[in-house]
């Protein structure tokens, strides 16, 4: 399949497998939504390939002209969902490489019960203050390589959902946004956990959080084990390292805690600027305390000055620089 250059409008599509031979698509040009937000705001996906395999995506640009849903949104009026900009769903052997998102009403990109993915040299953008437009979104997917990507938007730059295994992320650009988030986790009470995830050689600036892992105050089987965060640097980033067990959005949680068990969470070379006095922030869970989290060679300042860290219900190690002081208990 191939895309000229050119601009291109079109409303949501779904391209629907089993296929025999592998997908190629070159875009050349960009395609664009229409300009009326309704006419995909409840489709859910704007461009969505399930059940197809082999599928290669390479260059382009996605622009979903999502300014007046955006606005909707924040006006409190009646509002259609919002789609997603692109989608993979059951697909195995994906490669996207070269393609630049702007403007997503909702997601970016999203990757649903996927395996052997590798994402590259992807630019997404939207701005800071348009809502839920998270950079690339993955859960129940295993395998999954994000390199070279650069992120600006008004959400998750990743968001990593239940059920992702086996996620390697390097030389990542994030900000604005909410930084890169594994969750938000225990919503359900039956629900997969997230293990084998590595973010290296990245950065931060001016995103409201760095190295972020969520799970609502309720009661779950959920888990998280076997995070490894290494070499990156912060600018002025609100919470640069931060686990919150607490995650309660509008308000309206159970009055519970949350059983969603962390462990072996490494923080190696973490250096920078963080926007707020407390850079490093550990509220787990007092039920189901974080264990086995790693610190080395932290170094954060806030305003030339020493910054500090909070913990609660969290144990592990430190070693080499720590700036601030460690709060953990061994």
Known sequence: ??????????????????????????????????????????????????????????????????????????????????????????????????????????????????????????????????????????????????????????????????????LWMERIQCGPGHGISIGSLGKDANEEGVQNITLINSAFTGSDNGLRIKAWARLTNSFVRNIVYQNIQMRNVKNPIIIDQNYCPNNRCPHQTSGVKITGVTYKNVQGTSASQVAVTFDCSPTRPCTGIKLHDVKLSYLNREARSTCKNSGGTTSGISMPNSCLKK
């Open 1 to 166: 399949m191939y895309v000229p250059q050119g601009r291109f409008v079109i409303k949501a599509v779904v391209f629907r497998g089993p296929c025999k031979n592998k997908i190629n698509v070159q875009i050349d040009g960009t395609i664009v939504a229409p300009a009326d937000y309704r006419a995909l705001g409840n489709t859910g996906n704007w461009i969505l390939f399930i059940k197809v395999n082999r599928v290669t995506i390479i260059g382009g640009t996605l622009d979903a002209r999502g300014a007046n849903f955006w606005n909707c949104r924040k006006s409190g009026k009646n509002c259609p969902e919002g789609a997603r900009s692109i989608t993979f769903k059951w697909v195995n052997r994906l490669k996207v490489s070269g393609l630049t998102s702007i403007n997503s009403q909702a997601a970016h990109l999203v990757i649903n019960r996927c395996n052997n993915v590798m994402v590259r040299n992807v630019r997404l953008n939207a701005p800071d203050q348009s809502p839920n437009t998270d950079g690339i979104h993955i859960q129940t997917s295993t395998g999954v390589t994000i390199t070279g990507t650069t992120i600006k938007t008004g959400d998750d730059c990743v968001s990593i959902g239940p059920g992702t295994r086996n």
